[in-house]
């Protein structure tokens, strides 16, 4: 990655909106390495947001604990939270990023005036995509509203009775927050499309400060528990949605939306007439807009499927969705640090790459960050296997969340697991695929996962009996998962093998396999060293003992890699040696 890039990534630096939004023309040798270096940034922040999402959800487990109030809230607040993902975890901003280039290629002028029509078109479209989207999910939230009994049948069809009643009155309540995070995610995408990161990577942690603000005040008797919650939901996503608008009226000021300013905008010059471009920005509004269903549907296969475990869930009786929702809060941690970065962080780089045709580049690009996917996902699938139903225990097992919903969350935790990694390295098939265009594709392969959830989903429930039955949902989630990537990875080949004339292919973007069998050697060894140290330390404090099978899992994995002299293992610790010696590396 180029320094001016590397700048915008950061959103540092001198460079204009304009200038980090249209990447870099050229690929020198360190260009590799920006996808390590913006998925670490946004890692750093989304940590930040994951511990105090871990708080909150800590709160709501003190405050509602794991029965038939948890499963109504959980039911309530899950179409919501899925939506906020859809919207705000790429593809928008894929989209809008495809919509940018399409308006600048229409004729803008040479020389300086690139930059400023570039800048003009930005906030034109800026402004179209904010009322027309806005006006679609308001008549969507709306409609919503109306529906609220039918949503309520169709997310959670065992609720009955006073819980199906609890549900409906809290979907009232967290429905709007749709709105809120629809926009939120618009203007996240506009700020990634300027080369900003690290207001979207921050704006959760605010949404989480909210919630905890209302569960505060459910905690001293202000506010009933389940409500103060979802208003606290709601109420968090209105602070997230101005958090981003603040950021991006700054950057581009909407109001000043007219004729091209500049040395190169005299009467007489050859940029577009404003009304023009109007024109243009309102119907690739629209059109952005038209093409986001697929997009969307694409890339939240994983919030679909979990979805549909919750409804198969709701027929096992009460605190089994609740389960399910604490299960996998637990995974948001390494997954936002790990999977979500880097697929986030990969995105604009394979998208230039593809544009630019660079499929050499393109495939080492895509094979770095599946390797470093699966270096850091493998691991924490292991350490959660050994460390999960005790960390289920310290972090949940508070008020109102007993000791048999705390054993149901660490059978529900270790269902997931077998899914981590296929979740992780879907964000980054899918970054390469949504680069290569193949946005429809992606759809279909969102339906097969979610179709293959619900089939193997149905067979398990019949199959696991008790108290293990919790676990079929689960499993059937990390089976739909790895069918999607495997789906996704014939789609990009396909399309790679297409574009580049026969160049490229799947394999060739694919991690080599001594690579990946040394990487589950040394996650092997994570989850030996941690599964012993806390059993020699079980009587000697529940934190104690996570603390210390943390540190020896971690030192179990790197000590395993070093030994067999894995690439990525030796590069990090000479970039570190010549770090603490105070020398370039």
Known sequence: MSASESGCAHGKGGESPSSCASGPAEHGPGYSGGIARTAALLGGFALVSRVLGLLRDMS?????????????????????????RMLGEGSLSMTLTASLVHLERMGASPGHAVAAE????????????????????????????????????????????????????????????TLAAGMAAMGMALLHSLGVFWLPAV??????????????????????AAPALAV????????????????????LPLHNAGPADGPDAAPGSESRDASTLHS????????????????LLGA??????????????????????AALYYAERLLELPLGLVGVCLGMASLPTLSRLAAAREFSLFSDQLRTALRLTLLLSLPAAAGLWA??????????????????????????????????????VNRSLLAACNALGEVRRTAVSAVWAVVATLAVGGALVHSLSGSLGVMAPALAVSLGLW?????????????????????????????????????????????????????????????????LAIIGGATAWAFCLFVLRDADALAAARALAHRLHGRPH
């Open 232 to 251: 606290g939901m709601l109420c968090g996503g209105v602070a997230q949605w101005l958090a981003q608008w603040l950021a991006v009226r700054r950057l």
């Open 60 to 84: 709501m487990a003190w405050l509602v604990g794991g029965g038939a109030a948890a499963d109504a809230l959980v039911a309530a607040m899950r179409l919501p939270h899925v939506l906020r």
């Open 118 to 177: 570039r800048s003009r078109s930005m906030r034109l479209l800026a402004r179209a995509l904010a009322v027309r989207l806005g006006l679609v999910l308001t008549l969507l939230t709306v409609l919503g509203l109306v529906a609220t009994p039918w949503l309520t049948d169709i997310l959670a069809p065992g609720f009955c009775g006073p819980e199906r009643q609890e549900a409906i009155y809290l979907l009232r309540i967290c429905l709007p927050y």
């Open 300 to 321: 939240s296969a994983p919030q679909l499927a979990m979805l549909a475990a919750m409804s198969l869930a709701s027929s096992l009786g009460r605190g089994q969705v």
């Open 387 to 424: 460390v999960g139903p005790r960390l289920v225990e310290g972090l949940l097992r508070h008020g109102a969340f007993g000791d048999n919903a705390a054993y149901e969350t660490g059978l529900a935790l270790w269902a997931y697991l077998p899914g981590l990694p296929a979740f992780a």
């Open 280 to 295: 243009r920005a309102a119907s690739l509004a629209w059109n952005c807009i038209g093409r986001l269903p697929a997009g």
């Open 483 to 547: 069918l999607q990537c495997g789906l996704l990875l014939c789609i990009m080949g396909r399309a790679l093998k297409k574009s580049s004339a026969g160049a490229a292919s799947a394999s060739v973007c694919l991690p080599p396999a001594g690579a990946v069998l040394r990487q589950c050697a040394a996650a092997a060894a994570t989850a030996l060293a941690a599964w012993q140290l806390l059993n020699q330390l079980d009587g000697r404090g529940i934190w104690l003992g996570i603390a």
């Open 203 to 224: 704006s959760p942690a605010l949404f989480n400060i909210v919630i905890l603000c209302f569960a505060g005040a459910a905690a001293l008797g202000l506010l009933p």
